[in-house]
T-cell receptor, first 114, second 110 residues
């Protein structure tokens, strides 16, 4: 299994809602990532987890809260988002948190904040 | 911070023509990776280059890493409609942190 699975594929939420994005991989990868991608822009790194511990937070607003319950799962909890947070949220994984590791991306969650 | 620029931003080619995208980093990179994102899809890993001056080929695709490890290129020979998508380079400057280039969107006209 070489897939990274993300749910839901689409999400519409109001600014007062609380929602969660989920990501799962069964490749035994020990590094997992959240990226945000706006239309016609490159993916931007948000968070990196290595061995289930948060190792990088790219100064992301606290309305985004990541969680790594175990080595296969990665969540992104959303609360009080703004319309400008509408984007494609991509989860990725790699074997290790190492400079030579390639990233495997999930198909993403297309988020719309109303 | 590290910036990675790609040119051109967009490229339209007739099917069968060649295509090249260039990637330039503001800092020296430990390695460079290339990803392809089809319309409506997610980035998919193509290749990684590590050594200064390294050249790798995958069928019609040729990847090159510059001598100074600050630039890279992707050349596609005789494009096909299946090559449509956005090509991103991704450079690792510091430990673990990957910065994606601005991307080049390729359209192939049949």
């Amino acid at each position: 299994d070489t897939e990274v699975t993300q749910t839901p594929k689409h999400l519409v939420m109001g600014m007062t809602n609380k929602k969660s994005l989920k990501c799962e991989q069964h490749m035994g990868h020990r590094a997992m990532y959240w990226y945000k991608q706006k239309a016609k822009k490159p993916p931007e790194l948000m968070f990196v987890y290595s061995y289930e511990k948060l190792s990088i937070n790219e100064s992301v607003p606290s309305r985004f809260s990541p969680e790594c319950p175990n080595s296969s799962l990665l969540n992104l909890h959303l609360h009080a988002l703004q319309p400008e947070d509408s984007a494609l949220y991509l989860c990725a994984s790699s074997q290790y948190r190492d400079s030579n590791e390639k990233l495997f991306f999930g198909s993403g969650t297309q988020l719309s904040v109303l | 911070g590290q910036q990675v620029m790609q040119i051109p931003q967009y490229q339209h080619v007739q099917e069968g023509e060649d295509f090249t995208t260039y990637c330039n980093s503001s800092t020296t990179l430990s390695n460079i990776q290339w990803y392809k994102q089809r319309p409506g899809g997610h980035p998919v890993f193509l290749i990684q280059l590590v050594k200064s001056g390294e050249v790798k080929k995958q069928k019609r695709l040729t990847f090159q890493f510059g001598e100074a490890k600050k630039n890279s290129s992707l050349h596609i020979t005789a494009t096909q409609t299946t090559d449509v998508g956005t090509y991103f380079c991704a450079g690792r400057g510091g430990y673990q942190k990957v910065t994606f280039g601005t991307g080049t969107k390729l359209q192939v006209i049949p």
